[in-house]
């Protein structure tokens, strides 16, 4: 090799040897990421969920009868069961006692996101 070809090998390998004693500076992180925290209940995801899954047969929204007679708005849910009840039902599975309505099952922030809209529409 000649002498320039020599200097930039060198100046690559104290490149790369720098890099990696930073990454052992003191408060670098040499473990997994953290783990990122939950987002807030957030009541437009839980209106986007109850729009994909219920407003074919539920009125979602302030005002307006439900598509399906016999399905309740959700605007007058908690009037007839306590949210606590709801929350526990959208977790487990919502099985009603009328063949019409599908079985969900949510994940809990799913549930959380749902509650949230419901106690937004109730304050409404």
């Not at 090998?9 to 890099?19: I, S």
């Not at 004693?21 to 408060?27: D, W, Y």
Request: a negative charge; one cysteine or more; aromatic letters at 6%.
């Amino acid at each position: 090799m000649n002498r320039l070809q020599d200097r930039l090998t060198w100046v690559g390998v104290g490149a790369a040897a720098l890099v990696c004693l930073m990454g052992m500076a003191p408060g670098a992180s040499t473990g997994p990421p953290p783990p990122i925290a939950p987002s807030a209940p957030s009541p437009d995801r839980g209106h986007a969920l109850v729009m994909r899954d219920c407003a074919r047969c539920h009125a979602v929204e302030e005002t307006g009868a439900s598509p399906f007679r016999p399905a309740p708005p959700f605007r007058t849910l908690h009037s007839q069961y306590p949210l606590d009840s709801l929350e526990e039902a959208l977790a487990e599975g919502i099985i009603s006692g009328h063949p019409a309505m599908p079985e969900f099952e949510y994940s809990a922030s799913d549930v959380a996101d749902i509650i949230a809209w419901m106690k937004d529409l109730d304050e409404k």
